[in-house]
T-cell receptor
C-alpha cells in the first residue's frame, strides 16, 4: 500500500537554528498538506498545495516558516530561525485532486527545539 | 465558528464495552466529517467518515451518528478492544475542492483488557 514518506522522523535543534522537513506524497496525489500538531492537540493546517501552487497558507507564520513544492511532487517545510514554541509534530498529508476527500498522513517529524 | 469541539478529552473503557466520543461544530457550511485514529508516534489514519445527508454510517465495529439540527456527531466503538487504544480525532471540512480539515482536540481512549 502506498504511503506518505517524511524525513527525518526526529529532529532536535537549538533555538535560532534552521531546520527543514521533507515530504514525499503518495504518487499521483496532487494536493499536499503540512500540519503542525502540538502535543495533546489536533493537527492544525499550516499550508496546502495544489500541484506546485500554494492554495492556503493563512496559518503559516511567514516570518520564519517557508514551504515549497517544486515540480508539484515532493515538498519541503523550513523554519528559520526555530523558536522554543515550534516544538511539535509536523505532519504531511496528501490527497487526490479535487473530488477525493481522504487525506493520507505520513508518520510525521517530531521537532524538539532546545 | 471554525472550531470543532470534541469530548471527552480521555476515556477508559473495559474490553467489550462501548466507547462514545462526541463532537460539535458551529459552521453549517461544513459538509464532510471524518474520524481519524492515531497511534503513538504515527500519523493519523482515516477510520470512517460521513456526510450530512445521512444520519448514521457503520463500518464494522465503528459507527458515526450525525445530528444535523444539533450540529453534533459522534463515534461509537462497539465491543471495544485493547487494540483500539489510541487517540481519536474528529474533523470537519467544507467541499471547496481541497477539503481543508478543522480538527477537534482529540480523545485519548484506553481499553482495559
Amino acid at each position: 500500500e502506498a504511503e506518505v514518506a517524511q524525513s527525518p522522523r526526529y529532529k532536535i535543534t537549538e533555538k535560532s537554528q534552521a531546520v527543514a522537513f521533507w515530504c514525499d506524497p503518495i504518487s499521483g496525489h496532487a494536493t499536499l498538506y503540512w500540519y503542525r500538531q502540538i502535543l495533546g492537540q489536533g493537527p492544525e493546517l499550516l499550508v496546502q498545495f495544489q500541484d506546485e501552487s500554494v492554495v492556503d497558507d493563512s496559518q503559516l507564520p511567514k516570518d520564519r516558516f517557508s514551504a515549497e513544492r517544486l515540480k508539484g511532487v515532493d515538498s519541503t517545510l523550513k523554519i528559520q530561525p526555530a523558536e522554543l514554541g515550534d516544538s511539535a509534530m509536523y505532519l504531511c498529508a496528501s490527497s487526490l485532486i479535487s473530488g477525493s476527500d481522504t487525506q493520507y498522513f505520513g508518520p510525521g517529524t517530531r521537532l524538539t527545539v532546545l | 465558528q471554525q472550531q470543532v469541539k470534541q469530548s471527552p478529552q480521555s476515556l477508559i473503557v473495559q474490553k467489550g464495552g462501548i466507547s462514545i466520543i462526541n463532537c460539535a461544530y458551529e459552521n453549517t457550511a461544513f459538509d464532510y466529517f471524518p474520524w481519524y485514529q492515531q497511534f503513538p508516534g504515527k500519523g493519523p489514519a482515516l477510520l470512517i467518515a460521513i456526510r450530512p445527508d445521512v444520519s448514521e454510517k457503520k463500518e464494522g465495529r465503528f459507527t458515526i451518528s450525525f445530528n444535523k439540527s444539533a450540529k453534533q456527531f459522534s463515534l461509537h466503538i462497539m465491543d471495544s478492544q485493547p487494540g483500539d487504544s489510541a487517540t481519536y480525532f474528529c474533523a470537519a471540512s467544507i467541499d471547496s475542492g481541497t477539503y481543508k480539515y478543522i480538527f477537534g482536540t482529540g480523545t485519548r481512549l484506553k481499553v482495559l483488557a
